[in-house]
């Protein structure tokens, strides 16, 4: 079973069953394309070519994580944000926001850092429908003295994607 749903209204949109013989990846475009996404920002975990296409079709923008399984995808967006840290981000165009979140006995600061200018370097990886730009989020979390790292990726069909 595959759900979509709108995290600011806590609301279910749709559903939709898998093929017996299938998986999540052919269901979320089905899925997609029963709802009005026109002008939505469409987040989620499968990063599918197909997927972003039925996503701008029906005239709405993606933010999708980009994991392992994408591994030509997952290296292209980690060596843009490595050269550009390498170079103080001197030369790339890039924002960055922090923030910072204290409670229940852990410390937790979030960066992110959306590229506009790395579609050059992604010319290895397969085209994406009207992507514009990568997205890198670094969460630190300390607790109880013990400090974890960990780098999400991200692409996006938007000029300002909303990580937070």
């Avoid at 089905?30 to 039925?54: F, P, R, S, Y």
């Avoid at 990886?125 to 991200?154: C, D, F, G």
């Amino acid at each position: 079973m595959v759900s979509a749903w709108a995290s600011t209204n806590s609301l279910v949109l749709g559903q939709i069953k898998t093929d017996e013989k299938s998986n999540e990846i052919t269901a979320i475009p089905e899925l997609l394309k029963n709802l009005e996404l026109k002008g939505c920002l469409v987040t989620m975990m499968g990063c599918q070519k197909k997927i972003a296409e039925v996503i701008i079709e029906q005239e709405a923008d993606y933010l999708l994580a980009v994991k392992e399984n994408q591994p030509t995808l997952h290296q292209a967006i980690q060596n843009y944000f490595a050269e550009a840290n390498q170079a103080d981000f001197e030369g790339y165009e890039i924002d960055f926001e922090e923030t910072f979140d204290k409670g229940h006995g852990r410390l937790e600061s979030r960066r992110c850092w959306v590229g506009y200018d790395a579609l050059p370097y992604l010319e290895s990886s397969p085209n994406w429908e009207a992507l514009q730009t990568i997205v890198m989020v670094e969460s630190e979390r300390t607790v109880k003295e013990k400090t974890t790292i960990e780098h999400r990726y991200y692409i996006s069909s938007t000029k300002a994607p909303q990580i937070y």
